[in-house]
T-cell receptor
Framework: QKEVEQNSGPLSVPEGAIASLNCTYS??????FFWYRQYSGKSPELIMS????GDKEDGRFTAQLNKASQYVSLLIRDSQPSDSATYLC?????????????FGGGTRVLVKP | NAGVTQTPKFQVLKTGQSMTLQCAQD?????MYWYRQDPGMGLRLIYY???????DKGEVPNGYNVSRLNKREFSLRLESAAPSQTSVYFC?????????????FGDGTRLSIL
């Protein structure tokens, strides 16, 4: 079992719909959670971070964290073609030395006009 | 403000050649990281450095060496390149104040080994 798991996709979403991405992690004591967006051929860029159970909203993005069930999700509302990218989930695990993050394999999202 | 700068952006090597990938940051961050990214594999940590003069192995260190000579720069060296090291390499930095800080990435180095 991978420490951070994501469905690789592609997740195909009509323009204007909600894209829902999930990420599960193995370390129950994990502390910090990050979502990165990565366009093809580009580097990852941070779009959301979440540390406490519940929802966190930033524009069209909502991150949801459930530590008891060990999952974190990302919702993209009113999806646009420009949201087509790979979304990486990253977790700061309590067992990790220093400030290392463990990344999932990413979910590829395709928003179709 | 350049953030995290990686050089070169692209490189083609022959098997057995050596090469050093450079990473420099102007964010005054303590921690620096080297990752490789292969299709379907996500980001895998090669080495990291929590502070100047210290380095530690990550998930996939074999075939690589690193050097952190000062706070700004963290280099990754391939002593004898192998085709299995064909990948995209990313350098990242991290501010060590508090637990909830993200990592910031450079633009990457695309390395092909023939």
């Amino acid at each position: 079992q991978k420490e951070v798991e994501q469905n690789s996709g592609p997740l195909s979403v009509p323009e204007g719909a909600i894209a829902s991405l999930n990420c599960t992690y193995s370390d129950r004591g994990s502390q910090s959670f990050f979502w990165y967006r990565q366009y093809s051929g580009k580097s990852p860029e941070l779009i959301m971070s979440i540390y406490s159970n519940g929802d966190k909203e930033d524009g069209r993005f909502t991150a949801q964290l459930n530590k008891a069930s060990q999952y974190v999700s990302l919702l993209i509302r009113d999806s646009q073609p420009s949201d087509s990218a790979t979304y990486l989930c990253a977790v700061k695990m309590i067992k990790a030395a220093g400030n290392k993050l463990t990344f999932g394999g990413g979910t590829r999202v395709l928003v179709k006009p | 403000n350049a953030g995290v700068t990686q050089t070169p952006k692209f490189q083609v090597l022959k098997t057995g050649q050596s090469m050093t990938l450079q990473c420099a940051q102007d964010m005054n961050h303590n921690s620096m990281y080297w990752y490789r990214q292969d299709p379907g594999m996500g980001l895998r940590l090669i080495y990291y450095s929590a502070s100047e003069g210290t380095t530690d192995k990550g998930e996939v260190p074999n075939g690589y060496n690193v050097s952190r000579l000062n706070k700004r720069e963290f280099s990754l060296r391939l002593e004898s390149a192998a085709p299995s090291q064909t990948s995209v390499y990313f350098c990242a930095t991290h501010l060590d104040r508090g637990l909830n800080q993200p990592q910031h990435f450079g633009d990457g180095t695309r390395l092909s080994i023939l």
